[in-house]
Structures are given as C-alpha cells and as structure tokens.
C-alpha cells in the first residue's frame, strides 16, 4: 500500500517495481475516477438520475470491482487472471450508459478504459483485442435489444464507439508489443553491459599491473585491485586514505617528491602520452619503484574523455638486477687473478729460449685461452658494474690506436691464417677515454679474427669522414642474418651463426662497444651478408683540435 500511495501521489515508485496487486489497483483507477467524476456531473446536473437505480447499480459494480482490485491475492494466481477485472469493467459501464445517457452522453466511451488495459497488457493480442470489440459492442447494443427488436439502421448507428475502441485496442497492442520487444532489447543489452562489467572488473584484478582510470577532471572511474594497493603503498605515514596530491611519489634518481605538473596523474590530466617512466611511491622498506605508462582515452564522439593510467611493480626487478650485477661484479673480481697469473707464466715460459716446440705451441694455445677468458671476464664486470666508458677523457689518436690495435692481433692473425690488413691513414685527434676506445677496437678486431676462416682478410682502416674520425673493421668472415644484425648491440645476444659455430662468447663485447661509442657521442654500426663477412664502423667526434 506504501508503494502504490507512492506511485500515485508522489511518482516516484516506478509501475513495473510494484507488486502485481499494486499493479492491478492502479490500471483499474482510472475507471473509477472517471466514474466518481460523472456521479458528481450528474448531481450537480440532473440529481433524481443519480437515484436511479441502473445508475446506484453501475456505481456499485465499479467499486465492488475496485475492491477486488485490493482484495485478491493476484501475486498466487496464474499471470494473466487479472485480466478478468477489464472484461468485467464493460458491466458497470453498459449499465451506467442507458441510465444516464439522456442526462450525459458518451458514457459509451468509458469502455476505452478496459480496451486499453486489455490490449496494453500485451496478453493474447488478437484475443483481447476480439473481445475488447466484442464487449464494447454489447455495450452499445444491449440497450437496443432489452426495448425490443432493434431495426438495422439502429444497430449500425451505434457502431462508431466500438469501431474507435477497435481502433484504439489496435495502437495501443501494436505500441505495446514495440515497447515491450525495445524492452526485451535494453534488458539484453543490459545484461550483456553487465557482463561485460564483471568481466572486465575480473580480468583487471587478476593482472599484477595496476591499472586507474581518470576523466577528464582527475576524479578516479575504475580501480583494480593491485592498483588499490599502490595506492595504500604511496600513502603518507599514519594516514589511512589521501587524494592523489598527498601521494608520496619521488624522483628515483633524486629521491625527492616529484613536482606537482610532473606527477603521473597530473600530466595524465593535461593530455600527455608516456610510457615506462619510473616513479618510487612511499618511503621506507614499504616502498614501491613502478614504472607508469599513460593514453588518452576518447570518447564517441573522439573527443577526450580522460586518461588510463597503468602502473607495473618492478621493485623485484631491480632487487634481482642488482643482485645479478653484484653477483657478476664479485665473480670476474675473482677470475680475473688467477686468469692474470696464468697469462703471466705462460708468457715467462715461452720466454725461455730452451723451451721444445710442441711446448711452446701448447702455451700459445693456452695463453690464447686464457686472454680471450680474460677479455670475456672484463665485459661481464663491466656489463655488470655498468662502466662501459669512463667520464675521465683525453687527447687521443683513433688513426693510432687502430694501428696499434691491428699491430697487436697479428701474432693471433698468423696463428689463425689470416690475413690482417691495416691502413690506418693520417692524425684524426678525439676526446676520449683511452682504456675503453682500446677495448673497443681490440674488440672488432678480435671477433673479426674469430669469425673468419683460414685464409681470409681482415681490414682495419682509420679515415676523416664528415668531421668525425671513423675507424672500421671489415672481415670476410660467416656474417650475419638481418634480423642479428638488428639485435647485433644488445647484450647477451649471439648470432645464430655464432651459436653454430660453436666459437666461444657470451654476447657482451659489442654491447659494451655500442655503449661507449654512445658516450663518447659517436656511432657503433654494423653492416653484414650471411656468409660473406660483416663491417663495423666506430664514428667518434673529432676534437676542436682538428
């Protein structure tokens, strides 16, 4: 009753919320306050009609209908039984128009109530919208045949009422199937949106990204579950919740809070795109090094609607790059003794002048050995302690220390039958650092020696080029595919010729070579054909001197 005084007073109860007698008092209303408004016409009109006894009887109908409405237990019955209260509203209405219809006319009309319900509920349609017509037409005509034999003409000029509540039954079934199929339509599409809804909520909380969706203000839309925690990780100390511009986020580099206009959220705000920018958010053991990426998000009509904001832990990432680079760091420490002394006796004894030939041919061999382990430590611990090149620079000749570089892998050139070639040409002066520009071109210089066959060239050549000092090593050697030499400088990738080969190496040399020439603002390039031999091109700045 609360619900159905709602509805009519107040209109805020929705039709379809209420229980089916609520339903069924409310769609009989109509009749009855329609009904109450003639009784008060007639007695302001014609009064003695009123007192009438098909007029009390007609009232009387209506309310006992009324009552029935309230009465009946509609929520235990078959759906669709309530339709019976419609097809007994055409007795109080045929009773009430011959009592009254001198005094008011068109009380016929008043059958537009239960066509409309009956034909709006959607039931059988053809058969109510049958007995809708059937029943109005009883109305119209049972007053003809209760005073005699009713003539033709009669009968067809009550026909225009039930022709209209055709009509009438007619649109409001056709409205009534399309808002009812439009219905089926939005509670598919809903459940459907729904569905979605949950799967999307699933899916972003069991990724280990943390994912935020802003509009176009900075006010959160979506959360998942792993950014939730971000958050509670970024919070200041003591605090149980903060907005966005309370968050301790720092600068990994400095450790201090990033500005306001450089936070994740704030230049995801103003509209910028980024991608993988680390970001430390909270203090203390608790703390959490993420890496954020942010892209506009758009809406129908293409104009921006917000951003989507996703933030990857890697706090665990850089613990376990650490620890490599410590355990890599503390290894070569501990290899490069022993190698050193091993290179040092066998260089001693080869020095011994008695020493037999098979003897000293089995030394080479070792000290050969024992320098290329030699050079593989020094990459891995400068891989690992990340100094690749120096800051300390000065004056240098690449022309020069490509000549020497070539002049000191000749006894290696000999001992594999190759032939090394060097045309290192005039001064070409840089700045640099002298140890890793060395290490560098010991270094082309050596793999091209290891990828080379019996019998090939090797060619070092030193050249001014368009103001910078270029030095290149050319081999004739196994080569390499397209696809390794796009991959050529990243560390600890091998060629899968170089794996074939089964030619020792570990990938790290031209890593290590590409970042110094880098530092050094210059270029490490590579140009190779499978099977026929590579070249690599170390460009570095000549200096002012030049």
Same mark, same amino acid.
């Given at each position: 009753?609360?619900?159905l005084?709602?509805?009519?007073?107040?209109?805020?109860?929705?039709?379809?919320?209420?229980?089916?007698?609520?339903?069924?008092?409310?769609?009989? =209303?109509p009749?009855?306050?329609?009904?109450?408004?003639?009784?008060?016409?007639?007695?302001?009109?014609?009064a003695?009609?009123?007192?009438?006894?098909?007029?009390?009887?007609?009232?009387?109908?209506?309310?006992?209908?009324?009552?029935?409405?309230?009465?009946?237990p509609?929520?235990?019955? /078959?759906?669709?039984?309530?339709?019976?209260?419609?097809? =007994?509203?055409?007795?109080?209405?045929?009773?009430?128009?011959?009592?009254?219809?001198?005094?008011?006319?068109?009380?016929?009309? =008043?059958?537009?109530?239960?066509?409309?319900?009956?034909?709006?509920?959607?039931?059988?349609?053809?058969?109510?919208l049958?007995?809708?017509?059937?029943?109005?037409?009883?109305?119209?005509?049972?007053?003809?045949?209760?005073?005699?034999a009713?003539?033709?003409?009669?009968?067809?000029?009550?026909?225009?009422?039930?022709?209209?509540?055709?009509?009438?039954?007619?649109?409001?079934?056709?409205?009534?199937?399309? *808002?009812?199929?439009?219905?089926?339509?939005?509670?598919?599409?809903?459940?459907?949106?729904?569905?979605?809804?949950?799967m999307?909520?699933?899916?972003?909380?069991?990724?280990?990204?943390?994912?935020?969706?802003?509009?176009?203000?900075?006010?959160?839309?979506?959360?998942?579950?792993?950014?939730?925690?971000?958050h509670?990780?970024?919070?200041?100390?003591?605090?149980?919740?903060?907005?966005?511009?309370?968050?301790?986020?720092?600068?990994?580099e400095?450790?201090?809070?990033?500005? /306001?206009?450089?936070?994740?959220?704030?230049?995801?705000?103003?509209?910028?795109?980024?991608?993988?920018?680390?970001?430390?958010?909270?203090?203390g053991?608790?703390?959490?090094?993420?890496?954020?990426?942010?892209?506009?998000?758009?809406?129908?009509?293409?104009?921006?609607?917000?951003?989507?904001?996703?933030?990857?832990?890697?706090?665990?990432?850089?613990?376990?790059?650490?620890?490599?680079?410590?355990?890599?760091?503390?290894?070569?420490?501990?290899?490069?003794?022993?190698?050193?002394?091993?290179?040092?006796?066998?260089?001693?004894?080869?020095?011994?002048?008695?020493?037999?030939?098979?003897?000293?041919?089995?030394?080479?061999?070792?000290?050969?050995?024992?320098?290329?382990?030699?050079?593989?430590v020094?990459?891995?611990?400068?891989?690992?302690?990340?100094?690749?090149?120096?800051?300390?620079?000065?004056?240098?000749?690449?022309?020069?220390?490509?000549?020497?570089?070539?002049?000191?892998?000749?006894?290696?050139?000999?001992?594999?039958?190759?032939?090394?070639?060097?045309?290192?040409?005039? /001064?070409? /002066?840089?700045?640099?650092?002298?140890?890793?520009?060395?290490?560098?071109?010991?270094?082309?210089?050596?793999?091209?020696?290891?990828?080379?066959?019996?019998?090939?060239?090797?060619?070092?050549?030193?050249r001014?080029?368009?103001?910078?000092?270029?030095?290149?090593?050319?081999?004739?050697?196994?080569?390499?595919?397209?696809?390794?030499?796009?991959?050529?400088?990243?560390?600890?990738?091998?060629?899968?010729?170089?794996?074939?080969?089964?030619?020792?190496?570990?990938?790290? *040399?031209?890593?290590?070579?590409?970042?110094?020439?880098?530092?050094?603002?210059?270029?490490?390039?590579?140009?190779?054909?499978?099977?026929?031999?590579?070249?690599?091109?170390?460009?570095?700045?000549?200096?002012?001197?030049?």
């Amino acid at each position: 009753m609360e619900k159905l005084l709602d509805a009519l007073l107040l209109g805020r109860a929705k039709f379809h919320e209420l229980p089916m007698t609520g339903r069924v008092v409310l769609s009989q =209303l109509p009749l009855n306050i329609t009904l109450l408004l003639v009784l008060l016409i007639v007695l302001m009109v014609d009064a003695p009609v009123a007192a009438t006894a098909g007029f009390l009887w007609g009232q009387a109908a209506a309310a006992a209908l009324l009552l029935a409405c309230l009465a009946v237990p509609w929520d235990r019955l /078959p759906y669709g039984s309530f339709l019976v209260i419609p097809l =007994l509203d055409f007795i109080p209405v045929g009773i009430l128009r011959p009592s009254a219809g001198d005094t008011l006319g068109g009380l016929g009309l =008043l059958a537009v109530f239960p066509v409309m319900w009956i034909a709006g509920s959607g039931l059988w349609p053809k058969a109510g919208l049958a007995a809708g017509t059937a029943a109005t037409l009883a109305v119209v005509w049972w007053p003809l045949f209760s005073t005699g034999a009713p003539s033709p003409k009669q009968l067809v000029s009550q026909l225009l009422v039930p022709i209209m509540m055709f009509a009438i039954g007619v649109a409001v079934s056709v409205m009534t199937r399309s *808002g009812m199929a439009q219905q089926r339509q939005v509670e598919d599409l809903l459940a459907r949106s729904e569905l979605r809804q949950e799967m999307l909520d699933t899916v972003l909380d069991a990724v280990d990204v943390g994912v935020v969706v802003i509009d176009a203000d900075g006010n959160d839309l979506l959360m998942n579950r792993r950014q939730r925690e971000l958050h509670a990780a970024a919070l200041p100390y003591g605090t149980q919740d903060a907005p966005e511009q309370r968050l301790l986020v720092l600068d990994p580099e400095t450790g201090a809070l990033v500005d /306001p206009e450089r936070r994740p959220a704030r230049r995801a705000i103003d509209g910028e795109t980024f991608s993988h920018e680390v970001y430390i958010l909270g203090e203390g053991p608790d703390a959490r090094t993420v890496s954020a990426s942010a892209r506009p998000l758009r809406g129908p009509q293409g104009s921006r609607a917000g951003s989507v904001l996703v933030f990857s832990d890697i706090t665990e990432i850089l613990e376990a790059v650490k620890a490599k680079d410590s355990f890599l760091g503390s290894m070569s420490h501990e290899f490069r003794t022993p190698l050193t002394s091993i290179r040092g006796y066998a260089e001693l004894l080869m020095d011994d002048d008695g020493l037999p030939a098979y003897a000293r041919a089995d030394l080479q061999i070792m000290e050969r050995n024992a320098r290329h382990l030699q050079q593989m430590v020094d990459d891995v611990l400068a891989a690992a302690t990340g100094t690749a090149a120096q800051t300390l620079r000065s004056p240098l000749d690449l022309a020069e220390l490509a000549a020497h570089a070539a002049q000191s892998a000749e006894r290696d050139a000999a001992s594999r039958s190759i032939r090394l070639v060097a045309d290192a040409g005039g /001064p070409l /002066p840089v700045m640099g650092d002298r140890t890793a520009v060395v290490r560098v071109l010991d270094n082309l210089i050596s793999n091209a020696l290891k990828y080379s066959g019996s019998g090939a060239t090797v060619t070092v050549t030193a050249r001014d080029e368009d103001g910078m000092a270029v030095a290149e090593v050319a081999d004739q050697g196994i080569g390499m595919s397209e696809e390794d030499v796009s991959k050529a400088f990243v560390r600890f990738h091998r060629s899968d010729a170089a794996r074939r080969s089964g030619i020792p190496g570990v990938g790290l *040399g031209l890593a290590l070579a590409h970042d110094v020439a880098r530092e050094h603002g210059g270029t490490l390039e590579c140009r190779s054909v499978l099977g026929e031999g590579s070249v690599f091109t170390l460009r570095l700045p000549l200096s002012v001197a030049a």
